[in-house]
């Protein structure tokens, strides 16, 4: 089975999938603090609380955008699993074309998205990656990357304006019922959520607009992807494992290639 891990900013997703069937889903948070052996001994106990060994394992691939993460990774991946993981990266095979000026630029995790909306639903098709930060990602009928747009996710977006006022109270991310809220938590909830609701509406038309494909479907990830999708209307797909599968349909490729 292959062993595949998403290294984010908040949280390390992984998930064990046998082929195409997804075994089992496990979510870490992104500690800078754990060594190898921590790591190593969490991942046992996670696998053994589903009935699963490490010795079931025959492949590992990882994304990763936090460089200070991965030598505990990996290591735990050799010292745990016995394993060499495969880091998506340059030389990797990913059989789509990345259009960016420079495309050893581009996060790991967004070639994961892009290969994963691409395979699975077609193009051309936009992909929203509502994580730590919100990533966009526009790919033609091709197939091939063209880009994108990078914005603060919404969780940070309602954390910097708590933290950066003197007043403003901590709150839950809810939807609200109306737009024009009666108390302070109704306002900002009201503010920070239907305001990224419209950001959200705008980058999908103007990306539709420029790739000249007003139909082109829109693929969503993320922890709020469907907080985001209940009010905005221009999200057509949600897939919380998109990152996971493009890391399978990745390493898949590699081994066809191998």
């Not at 990882?62 to 880091?87: I, K, Q, W």
């Not at 990602?137 to 940070?156: Q, T, V, Y």
């Not at 009010?231 to 990152?243: A, C, E, F, R």
Request: charged residues 20%; hydrophobic residues 40%.
């Amino acid at each position: 089975m292959l062993f595949t891990l998403d290294i984010g900013n908040t949280n390390i997703k992984t998930a064990l999938f046998d082929g195409p069937e997804m075994v089992h889903y496990w979510r870490l948070s992104t500690t800078r603090k754990y060594t190898s052996d921590e790591m190593g001994v969490m991942m046992t106990q996670l696998f053994g609380h589903e009935g699963l060994s490490r010795d079931q394992v025959t492949g590992i691939v990882m994304s990763s955008v936090v460089p200070t993460v991965n030598f505990t990774v990996e290591h735990m991946c050799r010292d745990y699993f016995g394993l060499e993981p495969m880091a998506v990266g340059p030389g990797v095979k990913t059989g789509i074309d990345i259009k960016y000026e420079n495309p050893r630029e581009l996060g790991s995790d967004r070639i994961c998205n892009a290969v994963a909306a691409y395979t699975l639903y077609g193009g051309p098709c936009v992909y929203i990656d509502f994580g730590t930060a919100t990533t966009f990602g526009a790919l033609d009928a091709k197939g091939s990357f063209l880009g994108g747009c990078i914005c603060p996710g919404i969780k940070l977006t309602s954390e910097a304006l708590v933290s950066g006022t003197a007043k403003l109270p901590h709150f839950e991310l809810l939807m609200p019922d109306k737009v024009i809220g009666k108390t302070t938590i109704g306002n900002l909830q009201s503010g920070v959520i239907n305001g990224y609701v419209g950001q959200v509406i705008y980058l999908v038309n103007e990306i539709r607009r420029e790739m000249g494909c007003p139909d082109a479907k829109v693929i969503a990830t993320g922890g709020m992807a469907r907080l985001i999708a209940q009010k905005s209307g221009v999200i057509d797909h949600i897939d919380g494992l998109l990152t996971l599968k493009g890391l399978r349909l990745i390493y898949e490729k590699n081994q066809a290639k191998a």
